[in-house]
């Protein structure tokens, strides 16, 4: 996320969603024009509103009278046209940027959904969740600018410079030189002074997001250590960071607008000067010099804004770059287009000379791993932490990809189907489940799209959950809180298993689904459990040898290997092997952890 995004990406990025509506923007367009039309004839109205007052004698003729009354709804006419035309155009581009502003979150959320695991794991999910809002709001700021500010500025110094070399030469020449001298010291400045201290305020207040994000979901770990005051400390340290950084960022724009202040005095006083020099000649009356100085006083209204625009359309390129970066991150799903949807009758498994290493580099890398798994067949993955017993199912899911080999599943290579079906014939129930801020219901459902409350209901009871969610005020419609916060470890694991009953997925992944429970509990949802698994084929990762007994063959791993496999008698019968010396450990573990607490 650290290469710079350049102007005309930024540029192209937001073309990609003005061409969506192109009706709306030709009429933006010929409104702002209009109302731009009206406002470069106001120094010309005004001119000839003095002149017709100034060259009328005491008391005035008919026809003096006539032609300052002409002038006087020339003069209002041109401020009625620009208001309307004005107006109008903010009210198209309300509507107009509202759109806009929809498709851009939803597309970033679209894409951010749709990335690898691998970026979800380096990513902070508060500083992401920051970005996008950021960079939406960040939209607003750009297209406003742009469209409100540049637009109409650039239209209005054009014509107030032909009319004004209309009129003398000498003055339009004069006035465009120095409008182009203003514009060239403000991109240097805003280029290569303001906006590198703008990006550092921007990361720094990323940083800031993610940290006070982090901190709040993890809020039961800093009460448990009594750490708020060290949570404290650490985001008084990033605020500092930040409030320096700001600071700097603001300074060099306050700089900047000085230097742009003096080159607009130097423009009054020559522009006006000159039109004075050819009063005194003869060459210009008072309307003249009248329409001189509204001329000037327009050009220096919207110059004037212009280090404002400026300093809008960096800070708005600088916070919508994480935007346009996820819109130029390829999804995980990317080659899926085209691709048909995985049909599983049986669930058989087989992975056929897989290599495999993580992208960090961390964790157990697989060379040449070839296994067959029969459809129905329970199989329990054990081995030390680390060995690659959830990367066996990290690349079933294609949650990562193999590097060299295939997995097949019914015969069918899973990299040639889409991500999307090969994931809802695999139903997960993970040690920690996470539920999502939303009710129980909602929380069961989630694993079958359209289901009736009947059958969440019914997958609740095969969980066992049902008698516990009875008792809720809410019962079904009862918030779980963020990631489930608001029920036990036990509950939250009822959820889960619910989820998989009601999924009713061919394939079945238990990493320890029992783990939480309390043994009356558990020996509940074992029944529960041996209900679900039948024909299904079934993938235990174990930690707890006692729960794979009844497994049909049990998988040993270490190393990214898989160094034994059998049923639990079978390996059991091997004096030295690496099965039966874990298990012993284990049982002489869970002797002395019960001899202490006796």
Request: neutral net charge; contains cysteine; proline residues 3%.
């Amino acid at each position: 996320m650290s290469d710079q995004v350049t102007a005309r990406r930024t540029a192209a990025f937001l073309w990609t969603y003005w061409r969506r509506y192109p009706f709306t923007g030709a009429a933006l367009i010929v409104l702002m024009l209009l109302s731009v039309a009206f406002d470069v004839a106001f120094p010309i109205v005004s001119g000839r509103l003095v002149d017709a007052v100034a060259q009328a004698g005491f008391p005035p003729a008919a026809e003096d009278v006539d032609l300052a009354v002409f002038a006087l709804l020339l003069f209002v006419g041109q401020g009625v046209g620009f208001h309307l035309a004005r107006r109008a155009s903010m009210l198209v581009w309300a509507g107009f940027a509202v759109r806009v502003m929809r498709d851009i979150v939803t597309e970033a959320f679209h894409r951010v959904q749709r990335y690898s695991a691998e970026w979800h794991s380096n990513s902070f999910a508060g500083a992401t969740v920051r970005r996008i809002t950021r960079g939406m709001w960040a939209y607003d700021t750009l297209a406003d600018t742009i469209y409100i500010g540049f637009l109409p500025t650039g239209c209005v110094l054009i014509g107030v410079v032909i009319s004004l070399a209309f009129h003398w030469p000498l003055v339009g020449l004069y006035v465009l030189a120095g409008i182009v001298l203003y514009f060239a010291l403000t991109i240097v400045l805003i280029k290569y002074y303001v906006a590198p201290k703008n990006r550092l305020n921007v990361a720094a207040d990323s940083v800031v997001g993610g940290a006070i994000a982090d901190a709040v979901n993890c809020n039961p770990v800093v009460k448990s250590f009594g750490g708020e005051e060290r949570e404290d400390a650490r985001l008084g340290r990033l605020t500092q960071d930040w409030a320096r950084k700001a600071a700097r960022a603001w300074r060099a724009m306050d700089i900047a607008m000085l230097a742009q202040v003096g080159i607009l005095m130097a423009l009054q006083a020559g522009m006006i000067g000159l039109v004075i020099l050819f009063w005194t000649r003869g060459e210009a009356t008072p309307g003249d010099i009248a329409y001189a100085m509204t001329s000037y006083l327009l050009i220096n209204g919207y110059l004037r804004d212009i280090g404002f625009h400026m300093q809008n359309l960096q800070r708005g390129i600088n916070e919508i770059e994480d935007v346009i970066r996820y819109a130029d991150t390829a999804a995980e799903d990317r080659d899926d287009e085209g691709l048909p949807a995985l049909r599983v009758d049986g669930g058989s498994i087989r992975f056929e000379r897989v290599d495999f290493r993580y992208p960090n580099g961390n964790g157990a890398f697989y060379r040449g791993m070839s296994l067959d798994i029969e459809p129905g067949e329970r199989i329990a993955l054990v081995g030390r932490s680390g060995s690659g017993k959830s990367t066996f199912v990290k690349l079933l899911q294609r949650l990562y990809d193999a590097d060299a080999g295939r997995i097949l599943i019914d015969g069918q290579d899973i990299a040639g189907t889409t991500r999307e079906s090969l994931r809802r014939a695999i139903a997960l129930v993970p040690q920690e489940p996470v539920l999502f801020h939303r009710s129980i219901g909602e929380n069961i459902g989630y694993a079958k799209p359209g289901a009736s409350r009947a059958e969440i209901e019914e997958a609740a009871r095969l969980a066992h959950a049902d008698a516990f969610i009875e008792r809720l005020p809410l019962g079904y419609d009862t918030l779980v809180g963020e990631r489930g916060v608001k029920l036990s470890g036990g509950e939250r694991q009822r959820i889960a298993i619910a989820r998989a009953f009601l999924a009713d997925a061919p394939i079945l992944v238990l990493d320890e689904a029992t783990s939480s429970l309390d043994s009356e509990t558990e020996a509940h949802i074992q029944q529960a459990i041996e209900r679900l698994m039948e024909g299904r084929t079934t993938l235990v990762i174990a930690h707890r040898f006692s729960t794979i007994r009844r497994m049909d063959r049990i998988l040993v791993f270490d190393d990214g290997r898989v160094v034994e496999q059998g049923s639990h008698a079978e390996l059991m019968t091997r004096k030295d092997g690496v099965f039966r010396r874990m298990q012993a450990a284990q049982i002489a573990t869970n002797r002395n952890m019960f001899a202490e607490s006796a």
